[in-house]
């Protein structure tokens, strides 16, 4: 066996690519190719190699099973890598980055800013809460708080200290509003751009199409909808024993991609139509409201994933 360790640097790929010519005939493992291995699976698929993703659970299993008791060091962990590549026939060859990539930066980005819009709004309300006697009311938007914080007149250094402090948090929550309107907007021309019929199913908006679309990635490598629910985590995992047989909830899989199918679920159980009456044909059969919601959230993913694989066939053949 030969190898050779290197640095990451910008001469990195040229010195992959040399110590490779003595392999005419060659194929690059390169763990998590999506995650941490992104920036050299896409340099080398630049490059034209050849190129397959293993999963870093993979790895984790064959380094376990070798002759290295499973100790993490990068030369047990470069053999783990090939002995999964050279073994298992299902790996994933490595795609250029596409559309979908871009929807998936722009999508995550967004939830970013949110989150960071929802923590500052929760300490401007504690703010609020010191300044004015009652408080505020729960669910105060940043337009509203600005009205209350106007009316505001502090008696002591500690209440004038506080006003300015809310008044700082006021001002950056506007600038956070305006952003995510921004991407908000770009979002639905992105989604648009795609082509998808995702938001053609009921309760799916641009924002939610584009969670699904930059999370999924490319569908054509999910063999069926069992696969993809798999992914997602909306495949229940079998928790049988004896003669009692029952399904519990799977923690496993993209999470953004099952909290974008639970979002939809939860849209349609709150407007008439086929998905509300499924989870209603659910719960009259003595299930409880959260297992006709998983049941749902089942039957979503596979609407999801014939959506996404019937764009992905017309995409082609419009290519074709």
């Known amino acids: 066996m030969t190898n050779v360790r290197l640095p990451v640097n910008t001469a990195t790929l040229e010195e992959l690519l040399v110590f490779a010519r003595a392999w005419p005939d060659r194929r690059w493992a390169v763990e998590g190719a999506t995650g941490l291995g992104l920036g050299i699976a896409q340099r080398l698929l630049a490059h034209g190699e050849d190129v397959v993703d293993v999963p870093a659970t993979l790895a984790a299993r064959a380094r376990v099973l070798s002759t290295g008791h499973g100790r993490k060091t990068d030369v047990h962990d470069a053999i783990a890598v090939a ?10 060859p490595v795609q250029p980055e596409d559309l979908s990539s871009v929807i998936r930066l722009v999508s995550d980005h967004r939830d970013d800013l949110v989150h960071e819009h929802t923590s500052g709004l929760n300490r401007l309300h504690r703010l609020l809460r010191e300044l004015i006697p009652g408080g505020a009311p729960t669910g105060t938007s940043s337009h509203q708080a600005a009205a209350l914080l106007g009316k505001v007149r502090p008696t002591t250094a500690t209440d004038t200290a506080r006003k300015q402090l809310a008044r700082d948090l006021l001002g950056g929550l506007q600038g956070l509003e305006a952003r995510i309107k921004t991407l908000t907007d770009q979002i639905a021309t992105l989604v648009a751009q795609s082509g998808t019929s995702l938001t053609e199913i009921s309760g799916v908006g641009s924002v939610v199409a584009a969670k699904i679309i930059g999370h999924t990635g490319d569908v054509a490598r999910f063999p069926d909808t069992h696969h993809y629910a798999s992914f997602n985590g909306t495949a229940p995992i079998d928790a049988s024993s004896g003669d009692h047989s029952r399904h519990r909830l799977s923690r496993r899989g993209d999470r953004q991609l099952n909290a974008a199918i639970h979002v939809i ?10 998905g509300r009456e499924y989870y209603l044909k659910k719960l009259a059969q003595s299930k409880t409201p959260k297992e006709a919601r998983r049941a749902l959230k089942r039957r979503l993913s596979d609407t999801v994933y014939r959506r996404l694989s019937n764009d992905h066939e017309a995409s082609q053949a419009g290519a074709a």
């Open 83 to 92: 002995l999964v590549a050279q073994h298992h026939r299902r790996l994933r």
């Open 265 to 274: 679920a939860i849209y349609q159980i709150s407007h008439p139509g086929p």
